[in-house]
């Protein structure tokens, strides 16, 4: 997490002169957010970190708002989208609100143009949190690469510049974008920002970029840069990876939700007990495989509950969620605010024989403000999911 990390060469001090081996002049920016009291990074460039040759309005992504419709439990199954785009223009919106926008992708395509070039990516107004399903490959970035797998979390701050890239093109992702910082909960660290013993990982878990590739190369290159609903080409003539070497704590990370580790109780313990990274107003959770509620009179699933102020959406990643009706690999739900959710009809009966374990995979996002569905989300809603409560008289 957001400790001390340096990678290639920097000078010995801060704001000192610094030259490339052919002692060229080198340029200093510091990447930071929060204006200038949150986390950052110092960066040296060869070339203008400002410098553009052309810019163009390349349209808006805003998603389509769906009208109001009864207020009732959502499932869809993302897997019967279309796939198709690459790993940014395959976004595909489901739920918005001032704080975050969940999408899912499945690109069959590499980033680049209908001239065939390559295009770069900078997200201007919102951090990823990118969930990798299924694929891998390699986080390309302006600060190093990231080599993922199934399973990872990608981290990318805002203003990192990227391409994403899946092996054979071909993936499966749910992205998570912020209007604000992405961190690891204040619970898990002490004062000086070290994970506490407590947390369920620990720094070794987060993997750093690992290798550096600086290119200093003129030519033509392309950034598209993403601010809030609108998306932008800038034309360079220098090629956007050109960081020499770069030291702070702003750095795109991954973690494995598999080297999540879960803590379990005796009895049901809450969904606060996953929570795995905090966002503005929302929260990260991941369920894994673990044991459950061990004791012989423990319920062993979830107990009803009435998020009264949180839309909490569930997107169900691998194992048997055959007790689940209706849910599949690849599924996606949303049980909002207002109304209770909980097992469906006869899941609890059916729970306390089974064996005190489960083998689920999820990632979980609460939002502390409403959702919207976008019309793509109303369109493929499963309208008989919200009836799996009901039962027949007992
Ligand atoms: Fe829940």
Redesign the pocket.
């Known amino acids: 997490m957001p400790s001390y990390h340096l990678m290639g060469k920097v000078p010995r001090k801060r704001h000192m002169v610094f030259r490339d081996n052919e002692d060229r002049l080198l340029y200093e920016e510091i990447f930071g957010t929060e204006g200038f009291s949150g986390v950052y990074s110092i960066l040296y460039h060869h070339q203008l970190p400002a410098a553009s040759r052309d810019n163009q309005i390349l349209g808006s992504v805003a998603p389509e708002i769906a009208p109001l419709s009864p207020h009732r439990h959502r499932h869809i199954k993302a897997k019967a989208l279309e796939q198709g785009g690459d790993p940014v223009t395959g976004r595909r919106i489901l739920m918005v609100n001032r704080d975050v926008q969940l999408a899912v992708a499945a690109p069959t395509a590499p980033m680049v143009l209908e001239n065939g070039d390559a295009y770069f990516y900078k997200n201007g107004s919102h951090d990823e949190l990118v969930f990798i399903h299924e694929g891998q490959g390699t986080l390309e970035t302006m600060l190093g690469d990231i080599d993922f797998v199934e399973g990872d979390y990608l981290y990318v701050p805002r203003g990192v510049i990227y391409q994403l890239k899946f092996r054979e093109d071909i993936g499966r992702m749910f992205i998570i974008e912020a209007s604000g910082p992405i961190n690891v909960p204040k619970k898990y660290r002490n004062p000086f920002g070290q994970l506490l013993e407590h947390a369920p990982y620990w720094e070794r878990d987060f993997r750093r970029p690992a290798r550096l590739q600086t290119h200093d190369q003129r030519g033509t290159f392309y950034l598209h840069l993403k601010l809030n609903d609108m998306v932008y080409q800038r034309t360079l003539d220098y090629h956007p990876f050109d960081v020499i070497g770069w030291d702070g704590h702003l750095y795109p990370w991954a973690f494995s939700i598999h080297d999540y580790e879960p803590h379990a109780g005796r009895f049901h313990v809450p969904?606060t007990t996953h929570q795995t990274f905090e966002g503005p107003n929302f929260v990260v959770c991941s369920f894994v495989p673990r044991q459950i509620d061990w004791d012989p009179q423990a319920v062993p699933i979830?107990y009803f509950?009435s998020?009264l102020d949180s839309e909490?959406v569930m997107y169900y990643a691998a194992g048997n969620y055959a007790a689940r009706r209706g849910i599949e690999i690849g599924s996606i739900t949303l049980?909002p605010r207002g109304i209770a959710?909980g097992p469906q009809a006869g899941a609890m009966e059916a729970s306390l024989n089974a064996p005190r374990v489960t083998n689920e995979l999820a990632v979980m996002v609460d939002t502390f403000n409403p959702l919207e569905l976008t019309t793509l989300m109303d369109t493929i809603d499963d309208p008989n999911y919200t009836n799996s409560w009901t039962q027949e008289e007992r």
């Open positions: 969904p979830p509950h998020n909490e049980h959710h």
